[in-house]
């Protein structure tokens, strides 16, 4: 080889090297999880404040790099409510008073802001410690391509749900979550499924309405939650209601 040639050589050397780059592995649920959390701009909302109403009731969340403040507040015969969950308690007030709660009751505001924060906003939520990934497969649901994740969560920090077992489609070439399902344990158990409609995006983040269905075909925890796509498509979901936020800002924290 002449000294001529030698930019030629680099450069057929360089596209040798490239063309050898491995390509992403789409059978990693970590790869998966992190891309879809980029597809729908969640990364903002490490340090954000959201505010939406969602059911009659105003929400308010703030995030800033793990201290979160997570607010419910409406009005009912009691007077003006606020319902608080932060890293630190559990409390409400009532006309501004702090009033006492049971354990029950603790449990229950908990839960209910865990909730409308957690599945209002995934897939951000799928990176947190007690997570657990595991890649299903492949599957067609309304003839599109999606990756199944499912998700469970370890006892330690899992929260008092841990044992609900969650199924998640992710759309194989935008890696946006489009349908998610999951099996519960209380009130006598179930399956839900979860389709994603009236997708906006607010302030870079995408944000979704659900469709929410149910299935005797799936009726009981433990059944196969990743054939809901199957139902899906065949039609067999049954449609119990719609879960819907509204009013939705999203403003990021500096």
Sequence with gaps: MQYSDYPTYLLFGLLFLIGC??????????????????????TVLNKS??????RGKHFIATR??????????????????????NNDEVFKEINGERVDLTEKKRYSIQETLNSVVY???????????????????ETIVEDNPYLLVEITFA??????????????WFHKETFTMDYLAYDFH???GGTRLRKAYNIRTIEGVRVSDFYNYSSDVLPQ???????????????DAKLLS?????????????
């Design 21 to 42: 780059t491995a390509p992403p592995d789409l059978t990693d649920p970590q790869y998966i999880v992190d891309r879809a959390i980029e597809a729908h701009g969640s």
């Design 242 to 254: 719609e879960i819907n936020l509204e009013n939705v800002t999203i403003r990021q924290l500096e």
């Design 155 to 168: 006892q330690e920090d899992g929260g008092p749900d841990y044992e609900d077992r969650f199924v998640y």
């Design 119 to 137: 599945f209002g906003f995934v897939p951000f939520f799928l990176n947190d410690p007690a997570v657990q990934k595991k890649f299903l497969g």
């Design 221 to 235: 925890p433990g059944t196969p939650i990743e054939t809901y796509g199957e139902v899906l498509t065949r039609g």
């Design 49 to 54: 404040h959201l505010e939406f109403d969602y």
């Design 186 to 188: 209380i009130n006598d």
């Design 64 to 85: 800033n790099d793990g201290v979160f403040s997570y607010e419910r507040l409406y009005s009912d015969s009691t007077g003006n409510v606020r319902e608080v969950l």
